[in-house]
Nanobody, 120 residues
């Protein structure tokens, strides 16, 4: 089982920036792909970005020009740098982590979520 601890959310003005962090911990064989998802009120949870162990990234269309996902494998941490934020980015942002157990079974875990509010 992997536990995820998120930080960095908060209130920011339109055009501003935030950097989210998520630290993974647990007794598993390996941490694999990590990513960020978000859910706005009344909407389904949606992909923001993912990053593999080797650093390959995948972004939702809305995130390509403004967001950057990265990871530090030594710290088991994934980051999301968000720039040029708009009110449409207001949502609860969730960290996700795929992992492999010592018996080579693959699974994934979700963080509790961190609120991002973009408003003047």
């Amino acid at each position: 089982q992997v536990q995820l601890v998120e930080s960095g959310g908060g209130l920011v003005q339109p055009g501003g920036s935030l950097r989210l962090s998520c630290v993974a911990s647990g007794s598993v064989r390996s941490i694999n792909t990590m990513g960020w998802y978000r859910q706005a009120p009344g909407k389904q949870r949606e992909l923001v970005a993912t990053v593999t162990v080797s650093g390959n990234t995948n972004y939702a269309e809305f995130a390509k020009a403004r967001f950057t996902i990265s990871r530090d494998n030594a710290k088991n941490t994934v980051y999301l740098q968000m720039n040029s934020l708009s009110p449409q980015d207001t949502a609860v942002y969730y960290c996700n982590c795929a992992y492999t157990t010592f018996l080579f079974r693959r699974s994934s875990s979700w963080g509790q979520g961190t609120q991002v509010t973009v408003s003047s």
